[in-house]
């Protein structure tokens, strides 16, 4: 008698476990990867909830440069705002839950690269003319920098805050010891990170953050460009397949297989932070990363004087010198605020050349509008660089709906080319092209 | 939680079944008033989701229309036929995970129930310490799941970590420093800390489980010449039968559907030998917004549990009625 309603306990139990399970696997756990409560709609009285990307050296230090600024917004206007600043890892997911959910802030930080692709939700409000009078005019923006803002010939969905670029970082002083000057071809940067390499003593030539699937999508777009090949054709339907590509991101692995410039622990390296640390506590001689990078240096203590930065530079025989895709950060509102008018009075006060010169700095950031002057370093000639490859030798990552899912897909299949390396495998073209493959299939099936 | 659930139903079970019921008495709604509240939560949280993630699995829907997915055009069985298309990338990438989740749930299962097993066996008997004992081996059950493996993942860093500095810097066993959470190794070391997670479990139930067996059974084989060893196997063991059946079914199921472990120890880094299913739905609907894919890779995983569930349950009841 016991044992049997004690298993028809088990078989009730069992089933709801069962049952459990399946629907967790696609409602439950995005609540459960958010790791906490977001606040819906802003209260609706007035005041705002605001998502922002982290931009300085650490989530805390991006709270106390913003929380004055902040303020002075509530001073002016009388807005409350409610400031949550999420990290790089968290924030594409947390944007996803809150689309799917319709718990969302009112304004959000976005990498700007996902604006076509939050675009295609219908989530986020478009700037028609109303709303770009609102926030002051579409002139007032540089041109490059407002393209990344949606799909062409669309109203955007957002609007540039924060411009950014990569830029190649080497340390003075390790490259002249060397005897080497700094790289103006990719032949040149791997000879340059040969001569410093010292596996020994744990000095390496370059510093990559090779377990981050977003550096690593960037660098297969750049790398990928550089040789003429194209993510997507007009249609919007992915090309990751392309020769191009494929050997964009060979050459971009082999820093690490063939050229032996890359220590192998950087396959774990899931954030670039780790990777700038390396550089600047002179682990690695060169890093390739963004402008934003200057506050980590010297917060890790490496004076101002102590680096420079060149372009990143592409092979001698490239089809395109193309040094960056235009990065930065856009800002969107959210079509369910409760409170739109509120939401443009702060995207304009951000996007305002106060706040922009204000925040330039301690967030090394780019200006995105026009006339206004780089403020993120007092170097004029490290300003003048970055303002060049932003200007003149960057390229949008394509503006089509699915291109997140390159970023997604694509970035992590690198992730894992890079732990076979680093684990004592090989990857070959035709490993890059069958993954690429594999991605490719992926981001298909959701196109349709 | 499953535990309560089941020790609870049972109790009820007994106080709601009189020896005989002639009529219906005054109050004989009582029972059911106190249940409704469960039934209708139970409603709410599982069983309507469960029926809104099976229509999910018959339609597109994508990031177009994730803020208004009522508007999603169906597309009757197309999500399941890419799902076990295994041929083409995603069905073979499902495939390669459901594999993975085989081995290590049966690794896991059968680990954690031998330790699970030993120790309540040898902390049976009063000896100085023995609570000591219990409390630490529980710990790990006791501790938040977030922050038992965040820590793991710290420890199996491979410049940094402790695992490297106890193997290579102080016992000098590897030359070179492994990878554990990249590679092939990250199977291992995802099993690992499963088992380290579950096994106090199973210690716990069976420790429970043996606290009726009575001492004079076990005395009454002693005079008979019993040595330890065939005590455990035909006294422990028998009399231990019916909390097996239902440990070693909650132990499957949870091992199988286990998220936490690796999203908290792998996080982005989502290693092929680590990829476990749930955590491989996770990521094949949120990789490419294809909520409908999901859904539908998540009803074949119910599917299948529910499949191995039934057979399972068969097979005990069979063997139990011959027994």
Known sequence: ?448 | MATTAVSEKDDAGQEQRPPARPRRRSGWWWPYALLAPAVLFELVIHVVPMITGVWMSTRQLTKFFISNWTAAPGVGLRNYQVALDFDAAVGEALLRSFAVTCAFTVLVVLVSWTFGMAAAVVLQRSFRGRSGLRTLFLVPYALPVYAGVLTWNFMLQRDTGAINHILVDNLGLIDDRPFWLIGSNAFWSVVVVAIWKMWPFAFLMLMAGLQSVPQDVYEASAVDGAHAYRQWRSITLPMLRPVNIVLVLVMFLWVFNDFNTPFVLFGTGQPAAGDLISFHIYNATFLTWNFGLGAAMSVLLLLFLLLVTGIYLLITNRESRRA
Request: aromatic residues 8%; charged residues 20%; glycine residues 10%.
């Open chain 1, 1 to 448: 008698m016991k044992t049997r309603s004690l298993r028809a306990s088990a078989v009730a139990a069992a089933l709801l476990l069962g049952m459990t399970a399946a629907c967790t696997s696609n409602s439950d756990n995005a609540d459960d990867s958010d790791g906490g409560s977001t606040e819906g709609g802003g209260g609706g009285g007035g005041s705002l909830t605001y998502w922002a990307s982290n931009q300085g050296t650490s989530i805390d230090n991006d709270k106390e440069v913003l929380t004055p600024v902040l303020e002075a917004f509530t001073e002016q206007t009388g807005i409350p705002v409610e400031l949550e600043v999420i990290g790089w890892n968290d924030l594409q997911t947390r944007i996803q839950t809150a689309v799917t959910s319709g718990q969302a802030p009112d304004v959000v930080n976005i990498g700007n690269t996902w604006a076509a692709s939050l675009q295609a939700t219908g989530a986020f409000m478009p700037f028609g003319d109303e709303e770009m009078d609102a926030i002051g005019g579409a002139d007032k923006f540089v041109e490059t920098a407002l393209a990344t803002g949606g799909a062409e010939g669309e109203d955007p969905t957002s609007v540039p805050v924060y411009g950014l670029a990569y830029g190649l970082y080497y340390n003075k002083a390790m490259l002249e010891a060397a005897g080497v000057e700094p790289p103006t071809t990719w032949e040149e940067m791997v000879s340059a990170a040969q001569a410093v390499t010292d596996p020994a003593t744990g000095v390496y030539g370059l510093s990559l953050a090779s377990g981050s699937y977003t550096e690593n999508s960037h660098f297969a777009f750049i790398n990928g460009a550089q040789n003429g090949a194209e993510l997507f054709d007009s249609d919007g339907n992915p090309t990751f397949t392309e020769d191009g590509t494929v050997e964009g991101i060979k050459r971009y692995l082999d820093l690490m297989q063939e050229d032996e410039v890359v220590n192998p622990s950087n396959a774990q390296y899931d954030n670039a932070a780790l990777a700038v640390a390396d550089f600047a506590t002179g682990k690695a001689a060169m890093i390739l990363t963004q402008n934003n990078a200057g506050a980590t240096i010297t917060a890790n203590g490496m004076p101002d004087d102590a680096f420079g930065v060149v372009a990143l530079p592409a092979p001698s025989d490239a089809e395109d010198d193309i040094a960056s895709h235009v990065a930065g950060i856009n800002l969107s509102i959210f079509t369910n605020t409760d409170n739109k008018d509120g939401a443009l009075q702060f995207v304009e006060y951000m996007t305002s050349p106060e706040v922009q010169t204000q925040l330039g700095r301690p967030f090394s950031t780019l200006p995105v509008l026009v006339d206004t002057e780089a403020t993120f370093t007092d170097n004029t000639e490290l300003a003048e660089t970055f303002t060049d490859i932003y200007n003149n030798r960057s390229a949008p990552l394509p503006l089509v709906p699915a291109e997140d899912q390159f970023e997604n897909t694509v970035g992590k299949a690198m992730n894992q080319m890079f732990a076979t390396i680093a684990t004592g495998g090989t990857v070959s073209e035709d490993d890059v092209r069958a993954a690429l493959q594999t991605a490719q299939d992926q981001v298909q099936a959701s196109v349709g």
